[in-house]
């Protein structure tokens, strides 16, 4: 048992171990072979996407989603350097054991694709675009477990491990959310609104996971794998 309301699973992914954790008595196998299947295919586009992250590569598998997640940064070597740490550590967390909680969102009043629940809650100052701890100058990080939402898992394999790379930078990195203006439309195509500046891109999570699933796609021109329920 995993807390008052959820079951956990435990599954083995390339020699770690992932926990999935569904609501008591609606837990389906199906549902834990579906976040297998979304985590390893985000370590795998992380392991094809981050040794293409280098100043001197000008492929436009590359530079396109540079442009379009990270809205054309001036200096485009700082920004890819930034974008590499950034999502260096993603990969490193993602590839370590890990514990997804997986929702459902339908009666939600805002129903969210996924999120990590900050755990701080005192006094709290931003600097140079990081969160901290005004008193420990310790950097505040969203400390639960990543939530998927149930429909995403089971329905959209292109964009779920986009969501848990998003969530993984929020956890991990603390990465930010900026409203519509940093938010994808769905289809990946476009931010669902104007607005966001290419220095409130390089801390914006929807930016990165994008950025990892269009890369991939134009260098590899593959789509996610299928689904495995067994």
């Not at 079951?7 to 072979?33: C, D, M, N, R």
């Not at 790379?165 to 990946?188: Q, T, V, W």
């Not at 390089?202 to 890369?215: E, M, P």
Request: glycine letters at 8%; proline letters at 5%.
């Amino acid at each position: 048992m995993a807390g008052r309301w959820y079951s956990e699973t435990k599954i083995l992914v390339g020699g770690t171990t992932l926990i999935v954790k569904q609501v008591k008595f609606h837990g389906s196998p199906a549902v834990v072979y579906q976040v297998k299947n979304s985590l390893q295919t985000a370590r795998d586009w992380l392991r094809c996407v981050l040794p293409e992250i280098r100043t001197n590569n000008r492929q436009a598998y590359l530079t396109d989603p540079l442009s379009e997640c990270f809205k054309d940064p001036p200096d485009k070597a700082a920004a890819l350097s930034t974008i590499k740490a950034v999502l260096t550590t993603i990969g490193l967390e993602l590839g370590r054991n890990l514990s997804i909680k997986v929702r459902t969102s339908a009666n939600d009043a805002r129903p969210a694709a996924g999120y990590v629940r900050p755990y701080f809650k005192g006094p709290r100052e931003e600097v140079g675009g990081m969160i901290h701890h005004t008193e420990k100058g310790q950097e505040i990080h969203r400390r639960g477990d990543i939530h998927l939402d149930k429909s995403i898992v089971m329905t959209n394999l292109e964009r779920a491990p986009v969501v848990l790379i998003h969530e993984a930078g929020h956890k991990f990195i603390n990465l930010r959310d900026f409203g519509p203006r940093g938010y994808f439309n769905r289809d990946g195509k476009g931010f669902r609104a104007d607005g966001l500046t290419w220095q409130e891109a390089l801390q914006n999570a929807d930016s990165y996971g994008w950025f990892v699933s269009k890369v991939f796609r134009k260098k590899t021109q593959k789509r996610s794998r299928p689904p495995v329920f067994s």
